[in-house]
């Protein structure tokens, strides 16, 4: 399963700016990776994973702005169709699975 968090944020005054980093610097911390400035995903090994991240992000939201979190499976993930201008970028893959032996 994949999580991804897009927000709209106000920056145009200090304290704000100041939420909207910390809440960047939050989703880091929690192993999301950026997507765009204000779009984070990460890969989750399901959904009990997606709650208490989803738990943890509202513990964390800033007290202004918009926040919507999506989830989708690996794929769904896989069917996302990147561009890097008018390139179409690389298809995207799910991370593999670790196996223990």
């Known amino acids: 399963m994949w999580m991804m968090v897009v927000f709209d944020l106000p920056v145009t005054e200090i304290e704000p700016r100041k939420a909207a980093n910390r809440f ?34 509202e513990a964390a939201l800033p007290a202004e702005g918009k926040i919507d979190i999506l989830q989708f499976t690996d794929k769904q993930y896989e069917r996302i169709i990147s561009f890097r201008g008018r390139c179409r970028g690389p298809d995207k893959k799910a991370p593999n699975q670790y196996e223990m032996f």
């Open 24 to 57: 960047r610097l939050f989703l880091k911390d929690l192993g999301f990776e950026m997507a765009q400035f204000s779009v984070y995903v990460r890969h989750t090994p399901g959904k009990e994973a997606i709650q208490s991240l989803l738990s943890k992000i």
